[in-house]
């Protein structure tokens, strides 16, 4: 047994958890290898997954999600045979039927991700610009309308494009179940819907979009201060990490009210989680 010394309660509470997971985990190993193998039905969603990377990441990061949603999230209250195998059964019980509901959820994400991706590109395609015709000396001005290049089709503007594109490369980047939590996954879809909502009305009206998107700007731009920030309290990060999601709600408050928020958003509320967090990262 090694015994280490912290200089706080949080950090020597943060080290025994870890290491009581590390002990589950292991007496759990033959439960985790059949969830492992139940897993490998993703293969499926080789191709919807292929321009975030090989199969194998999402295999190998679904796994790592599995584990998360089974593994305790709470300090024992004491280091106790009877409380770590109440514990044991605990995390067990959370595995029958696990990994069909992540096959699931997965397969929702990377459909309606394909669905945005291919809107996205048609519209950009709608507003490509067209080569330029080669140069001619003008014999008179007749000729104007004959050189002049067509008009484009209306669709999403270049930079919406550009800015959708970002929206749905944070949202699902590569190895995204690394980043999220079991219980978030079915939110991922519903802000995914939301995106594919607001491609569609961008195309008929650019410049609400914009406008609309202007009023995330001053949250976003916090949002890069607090990923910049290199060590957040135990505290703040679970602030930090409430302040992410509630951009994205916010995002479905702005852009497809239809789709509905989880929890009541408003700039009020995203401010005063900001204040909270602007210490630590400003």
């Known amino acids: ?7 706080t309660a949080e950090a ?3 080290a025994s958890l870890e290491g009581v997971r590390r002990l589950v985990e292991l007496a759990l190993s ?10 490998r039905a993703l293969q499926k969603f080789a191709t919807s997954y292929t321009p975030l990377g090989p199969i194998e990441d999402l295999l190998d990061s679904a796994l790592g999600l599995a584990r998360r949603s089974v593994l305790p999230t709470d300090r024992l209250p004491s280091l106790k045979k009877a409380l770590f195998d109440e514990t044991v059964e605990c995390s067990r019980a959370r595995i029958p039927g696990l990994a069909q509901q992540v096959i699931d959820r997965v397969g929702v994400v990377l459909q309606l991700r394909q669905g945005i991706q291919q809107k996205v590109g048609v519209a950009a395609a709608a507003v490509a610009p067209v080569a330029a015709a080669p140069r001619q000396a003008l014999k008179d001005f ?22 959708i594109q970002g929206e749905l ?11 999220i939590s079991f219980e978030r996954l079915p939110h991922l879809a519903r802000y995914l819907r939301a995106l594919q909502v607001r491609v569609e009305r961008s195309a008929l009206n650019p410049t609400k979009d914009r406008e609309r998107a ?38 479905v408050s702005l852009f497809a009210q239809e ?5 009541p958003v408003s700039p009020k509320r995203l401010d005063a989680l900001w204040e909270k967090l602007r210490l630590e990262c400003c």
């Open 12 to 14: 020597a509470g943060a």
């Open 169 to 179: 490369a944070c949202l699902v980047p590569p190895r995204f179940l690394d980043g």
């Open 259 to 263: 789709v509905g928020t989880a929890m």
């Open 214 to 251: 202007m009023l995330l700007v001053p949250y976003l731009a916090a949002l890069a201060k607090v990923r910049a920030t290199r060590v957040l309290s135990a505290g703040m990060q679970g602030v930090a990490e409430e302040f992410r999601w509630m951009i994205e709600e916010y995002k």
């Open 30 to 39: 033959k439960d985790f290898g059949w969830l492992e193998r139940d897993l």
């Open 142 to 163: 007749s000729q104007l309308s004959v050189l002049a290049p067509p008009v484009s089709r209306p669709g999403t503007p270049p930079a919406m494009s550009g800015s």
């Open 1 to 7: 047994v090694s015994v280490r010394l912290f200089r």
